[in-house]
C-alpha cells in the first residue's frame, strides 16, 4: 500500500520562506504531486514531479528525490493568502493517495 | 469556481434517509473520483471511473452506492448512513487515471451530516 508522513502545522511569517517536508512509501511510484486547501474550498493542483529534481512555479517550487523516498514544497515571499492546508500525494498504481496535511498559518 | 461543481455544497440527512450526491465536470477529462475528507485525516480515495467504467472500489461499505451514467456526470447515492459517514465529500476528475502533470480538478465538495 501507500502512506505519507508529512507535518501537521508549520507557522511562518510573512515575507518569510517555509518548506513543508513529505516522505512516503509506495509501491509503482508515478510521481509526486501537492495541492492547495483553503478553508471551506476546494483542493487546487499546485505541482508535479516525475523526475528528481526542482520544479518552479512562480513564489512554489516543489523538489523530488525517489532515491529517498522524500520531496518538498518551498514556499517563498509569503502571504497571508498562503494560509492553507498543504497536501503531498503519490500515485502508485493506478491511483492517487493523499497525505494527511500541513496547515499552514502565516502572520503579519 | 472550479470546473467541478458539486451539489447541493451541504446536507443533513437522518439515517433512515436516502440522498444522492452530484458531481459535473465539462472539462473533458475521462476519469472521476469520489473522495472521503474527515478532520485531521487524508482524504481518503472511494471510487474510480474511467472512461463510465468502474475500476476502483476501496472497499467502501455498501450504503454508498456510485453511479456514472456518462463522462460528465457522477453520483453518490446514500442510503441508512451512520454518524461517522458525516465528512466532506469531495468529487474529482482528471484527463486520464494517472493524473499526469495537470493533476485533479476537486470540486468544492458536499458537507455531508448525519444526524
Known amino acids: 500500500g501507500q502512506s505519507l508522513e508529512q507535518p501537521s502545522e508549520v507557522t511562518a511569517v510573512e515575507g518569510a520562506i517555509v518548506q513543508i517536508n513529505c516522505t512516503y512509501q509506495?509501491?509503482?511510484?508515478?510521481?509526486l504531486s501537492w495541492y492547495q486547501q483553503h478553508d471551506g474550498g476546494a483542493p487546487t493542483f499546485l505541482s508535479y514531479n516525475g523526475l528528481d529534481g526542482l520544479e518552479e512555479t512562480g513564489r512554489f517550487s516543489s523538489f523530488l528525490s525517489r532515491s529517498d523516498s522524500y520531496g518538498y514544497l518551498l514556499l517563498q515571499e509569503l502571504q497571508m493568502k498562503d494560509s492553507a492546508s498543504y497536501f503531498c500525494?503519490?500515485?502508485?498504481?493506478?491511483?492517487?493517495?493523499f497525505g494527511a496535511g500541513t496547515i499552514l498559518r502565516v502572520k503579519s | 469556481e472550479t470546473g467541478v461543481t458539486q451539489t447541493p455544497r451541504h446536507l443533513v440527512m437522518g439515517m433512515t434517509n436516502k440522498k444522492s450526491l452530484k458531481c459535473e465536470q465539462h472539462?473533458?477529462?475521462?476519469?472521476m473520483y469520489w473522495y472521503k475528507q474527515s478532520a485531521k485525516k487524508p482524504l481518503e480515495l472511494m471510487f474510480v471511473?474511467?472512461?463510465?467504467?468502474?475500476?476502483e472500489n476501496n472497499s467502501v461499505p455498501s450504503r454508498f452506492s456510485p453511479e456514472c451514467p456518462n463522462s460528465s456526470h457522477l453520483f453518490l447515492h446514500l442510503h441508512t448512513l451512520q454518524p461517522e459517514d458525516s465528512a466532506l465529500y469531495l468529487c474529482?476528475?482528471?484527463?486520464?487515471?494517472?493524473?499526469?502533470?495537470?493533476?485533479?480538478?476537486f470540486g468544492s465538495g458536499t458537507r455531508l451530516t448525519v444526524v
Open positions: 471511473y474511467s472512461l463510465e467504467e468502474r475500476v
Open positions: 509506495t509501491s509503482g511510484f508515478y510521481g
Open positions: 474529482a476528475s482528471s484527463q486520464d487515471r494517472l493524473g499526469g502533470a495537470d493533476g485533479y480538478t
Open positions: 500525494a503519490v500515485k502508485g498504481g493506478n491511483k492517487l493517495v
Open positions: 472539462l473533458g477529462h475521462n476519469a
